[in-house]
């Protein structure tokens, strides 16, 4: 897929380089020239660093949940998937022909940019932006082989300290998130994703 979308890149510099190389060939001032330089390469030079801070940003999240599930590798939806995209999955793994669980866990585009736009301080992140930080911990809970959507969940609840951790934010910071999940977002769930008594203390799911 980095691949393609490099190859894709490439291509449309090529694209942009060899429209500035004919207009320069044709009877025209430095002037426009240059501006069709700008004009064109703008765009291919945006596209770039976005796709720059994309890969960044999923290489951030892959090593947050390495210790979940070590084999995880995240990938965060692009903006031209979002506009064919016509479920409502926050994220989601695939499973393989042979039954099983995909090494790579897919995030929607709006929980990746809720988790790039995480504030430093930790009572300032939005319920988006909690629920974001679960979304990412649950989709790594499911390539670890977990399959049932209600025991992700519960994991991914109490993984959360471990995962902000890696991200930079610290346990407590963790623990708060998980707390506005369980208080905030999970009674809302549907019951796939609820089973309150094994995800309770003392319960089957309780680590």
Known sequence: MIAWR???LILLA???????WWVAQADVSPKVVAVVAVVGLTPVVYVAYQEFAWQRNESRYTKAVAPIAAEAVVRCQRFTEALLDLDNYSGHVVYTADGRIDTVAHLDRDVCNDLARLPRQVTAASVDQVAAVHVLVHEAEHVAGVITEAEADCYAIQHTPEVAVRLGYGAEAGQEWALRYLREVYPRMSETYRNTTACAPGGQWDL
């Open 14 to 20: 090529g694209v942009v380089v060899w429209a500035v």
């Open 6 to 8: 490099l190859y894709g």
